[in-house]
């Protein structure tokens, strides 16, 4: 790598991220709730020309923004009404996130760790995976953390001691752009998690003030601008009623469990300590014990301020001492605590939203990937908890094909869940083959505990981070259609079958979007077509159609004029004649 110019170093990123993201988008299903919901609301976009107001079913939608919506409408205006444009705003993103850290840790501390940085994020599991979704996280996440860069950037900070006013003055712009682009992606929580942040760093500081007011209301007023155009246009075009709406809706999610979204108090702390494996060890080792101390707990020497990177010299580029580090690492430390604290105390509990926590998790791992790979001594107990959490990855998927061969092992512990029961009669294609993910798990693990039981450090790294993000690639090639098969697939494709006939299609007893997205529902001019009443009851003038779980098959079966037309993997299929 120090023979390659920083371009090609970066070219080379691209290329792997790209050839990891990439392919297979396409492959399976959407999934629902969320891959389904912002694909339908994009192709709704694209059918009735409204880019301004997102809607679902053809109603509006005040749940979120339009920019991430934008993009998908764009993609699939480009590549067609599929899962791959659904899913390729988010793998770009991945490709783009994977450069912006390479290029921010060779600037806070030189190539290397700009290098282990992205192999730390790349070859953990749910950063991963993401990447390879259709969910808005992905670029909301990049826009609050590029915005967070650039709030550091500007304040008078160790972080920030050698930029001159005039760049600090820059990046107060950039932060209002990056900032007011996360609210269009996701809403006002792209203010709030920053905006935490500073104060929670403003009280570490002794109530110190760090940062200009001016540049402060620099940042504010083009933050304000960016969102400000597409709130605007609505307000002059609909009224507030929208604006209203989605402002309620916002305040809402965030003091309200949705339905089906609970969860326990500590479940992000397991969420982000196992989908990130193996990152989260290293992370959690820095927490623990920082790499800036010796061996036996005393601040390491102070050696390379301010001079200069060899691995750095073609662009005069001067590597980051050890204050600033610091204080790199203590705003990504309230950045981790801040975010995961919110979404603990938030009542509604989904994988995703601890998600912004990648960044410094990552981050704290690169620290302690770059003081092995320089020289230091791994401990004990992070070993064992790697091997302990790898073996798990290792164990489900080596497990996994042969409960899919022999469904009547697991049938005994759905006897109460007919729904799952049904879902288990899935004619879902088993090998055997599926478990060399969980042979490559092992194989990972075995090598890992060689190379650091060795103290071969930098050939341990490579090869657990490397391996790691092949065995989320590899599962992903096996898996994804089985489970998509079990959980989902008969009522996609009895949606599917309803494209192009003249009629309505809804859900009774479980909410979903995928009536909508998989029957490419045309344009709704009937409003009594968003009537459930009507629909159920009504003289309606063209077939309705009806998909329910089997659980609430009895009472969807109540409903007068509703004939049974089928069953399959736990879904039930009725229909009501039009006149």
């Known amino acids: 790598m120090r023979s390659l110019s920083k371009i090609q170093v970066q070219l080379l990123i691209a290329l792997v991220a790209a ?3 990439i392919p297979g988008l396409g492959a399976v299903h959407l999934f629902d709730w969320d891959e389904i919901n912002f694909a339908e609301i994009a192709r709704e976009m694209l059918a009735t020309h409204n880019w301004l107001q997102p809607q679902i079913g053809y109603v509006p939608f005040y749940e979120k923004p339009p920019l991430f919506l934008w993009m998908q409408a764009i993609s699939m205006s480009a590549f067609g009404v599929n899962e791959f444009a659904s899913r390729l705003p988010d793998a770009i993103c991945g490709i783009i996130t994977l450069l912006v850290l390479f290029r921010i840790g060779d600037r806070m501390r030189r190539r290397l760790f700009g290098l282990l940085w992205v192999l730390a994020y790349v070859g953990s599991i749910l950063p991963h995976l993401y990447f390879r979704s259709g969910i808005i996280d992905p670029w909301f996440n990049l826009f609050i953390f590029l915005g967070f860069l650039a709030f550091i950037r500007m304040c008078d900070t160790p972080a920030s001691a050698d930029v001159p006013r005039r760049q600090k003055n820059i990046a107060a712009v950039l932060a209002g752009i990056w900032l007011g682009l996360a609210v269009l992606t996701k809403g006002p929580v792209g203010i709030l998690i920053p905006a935490l942040c500073a104060l929670v760093y403003w009280v570490l500081n002794h109530f110190k003030l760090y940062v200009s007011i001016p ?34 809706r916002q305040m809402a ?8 979204h609970g969860g326990f108090f500590g479940y992000h702390f397991v969420i982000l300590l196992i989908g990130c494996f193996p990152a989260s060890i290293f992370a959690l080792q820095e927490m623990l ?5 010796t061996e036996d707990g005393r601040k390491q020497p102070d050696n390379r301020q301010l001079t200069t990177d060899n691995s750095s010299k073609d662009n005069g580029q001067l590597t980051t001492d050890n204050s600033a580090t610091d204080n790199y690492k203590k705003w990504m430390l309230i950045l981790f605590w801040v975010v995961l604290i919110l979404f603990t105390i938030v009542k509604t509990k ?3 939203y601890s998600s912004l926590c990648y960044f410094p998790l990552t981050f704290l791992a690169a620290l302690q990937l770059e003081r092995l790979w320089n020289g230091g001594k791994a401990t004990l107990w992070s070993r064992l908890l790697m091997g302990a959490i790898g073996t798990l990855f290792a164990v489900v998927t080596l497990m996994l094909p042969y409960l899919g061969m022999h469904p009547e092992l697991i049938a005994p512990l759905l006897k109460n869940d007919a729904f799952a029961q049904g879902n288990l009669m899935a004619n879902v294609h088993w090998t055997g083959w599926e478990a060399l993910a969980g042979v490559w798990m092992v194989v990972i693990l075995y090598l890992g505990h060689r190379f650091f039981s060795r103290a071969q450090y930098r050939s341990g790294i490579v090869t657990i981070f490397g391996g790691t993000a092949l065995f989320v690639t590899i599962t992903l090639y096996y898996f994804i259609n089985h489970i998509e098969g079990y959980s989902q697939r008969a009522a996609v494709e009895f949606f599917q079958e309803r494209q192009g006939e003249k009629c309505y299609v809804l859900t009774q007893g479980y909410k979903s979007y995928a009536q909508w997205f998989y029957s490419d529902m045309p344009p709704i001019t009937d409003p009594r077509a968003h009537d459930e009443e009507w629909l159920l009851h009504g003289d309606v003038d ?12 009895e009472e ?5 004029g509703l004939k049974e037309i089928g069953r399959k993997n736990g879904f039930v299929f009725w229909k009501r004649e039009g006149r």
Do not use: Q
Request: aromatic content about 12%.
């Open 556 to 560: 969807v079966a109540a409903i007068p």
């Open 253 to 260: 999610m965030l003091s309200s469990e949705d339905a089906g």
């Open 215 to 248: 540049r402060i209301l620099l940042m504010f007023a083009v933050l304000l601008i960016v969102p400000g155009l597409w709130f605007g246009a609505d307000l002059l075009h609909n009224g507030p009623t929208f604006i209203t709406a989605f402002f309620w």
């Open 19 to 21: 050839l990891l993201f």
């Open 350 to 352: 989904i994988v995703h």
């Open 289 to 293: 014990k920082s790499s800036s101390r």
């Open 542 to 553: 063209r077939p309705v159609y009806v998909v329910c779980k089997v659980t609430s098959a």
